[in-house]
């Protein structure tokens, strides 16, 4: 019975494995056209019905956002491999003060949870995101991790990726982002559907002054190039 038992458990963790890998050899290369948060929040009474998301390869993002993403999320992007350590601990330290919670995810980890898992905190969830994070830092790119995050975070209720926030926002297309607005839109990032990247209040001008003297300070961006 036990031997049955420790079958059919391995049998089912190979499937997942190889499953899990197909998938993110898939998206690798196509476009995601949907994500579990996306079903959760249509079912949610609290939320608006109505999903905005229109995916765009990065070369049509400007780098304005790609940029103020990652000086208000995970400035250590380009050099991680998926988990930046110190940011975690000093998450952890500030969380043990009893301080407002603060994540020490980076935007591989975000990715792998908003392409390939639930919002949930657990840690099971946590395990999960930790593997399919290992998994898309091998086997995409830096370039490609960020293009699916861009095109699958949710920023606005309903709005989902950086084409259909510009659009929702400022009402134009995302490669036609300035700095100001790219900042407007990242600064929304933690509480996307409470937070107005316009009008902003005064927190979120707040906000988003800090991440353009980020995006000032954090000197070459070369990712990828885009159009001007």
């Not at 019975?1 to 993110?24: E, N, Q």
């Not at 975690?88 to 043990?96: E, F, G, S």
């Not at 490669?175 to 409470?194: D, F, G, Q, T, W």
């Amino acid at each position: 019975m036990i031997k049955k038992i420790l079958r059919f458990l391995f049998k089912t963790l190979l499937w997942f494995v190889g499953l899990s890998v197909l998938l993110v050899l898939i998206y690798r290369f196509v476009p995601v056209p949907f994500t579990p948060l996306m079903g959760i929040r249509y079912f949610d009474s609290d939320s608006n019905k109505q999903i905005h998301h229109d995916w765009v390869p990065i070369s049509d993002i400007s780098k304005a956002i790609q940029l103020a993403v990652i000086c208000s999320e995970d400035q250590n992007f380009l050099q991680h491999k998926g988990f930046d350590y110190e940011a975690i601990r000093k998450a952890y330290d500030n969380n043990k003060t009893g301080k407002r919670l603060k994540g020490g995810s980076t935007i591989s980890q975000q990715t792998a949870k908003n392409v390939f898992l639930w919002p949930k905190r657990s840690w099971m969830r946590k395990g999960m995101e930790a593997y399919f994070t290992f998994l898309i830092e091998l086997i995409w790119s830096k370039e490609r991790i960020l293009e699916v995050y861009l095109n699958s975070i949710e920023m606005g209720d309903g709005v989902y990726g950086v084409e259909a926030a510009s659009q929702y926002w400022f009402g134009k297309s995302a490669h036609k982002l300035s700095s100001h607005e790219a900042a407007s839109i990242a600064a929304i990032l933690p509480n996307p559907r409470v937070y107005k990247a316009s009008p902003r209040s005064p927190f979120l001008e707040r906000r988003k002054l800090w991440i353009l003297l980020q995006m000032q300070n954090y000197g070459t961006f070369t990712l990828v190039k885009t159009p001007k």
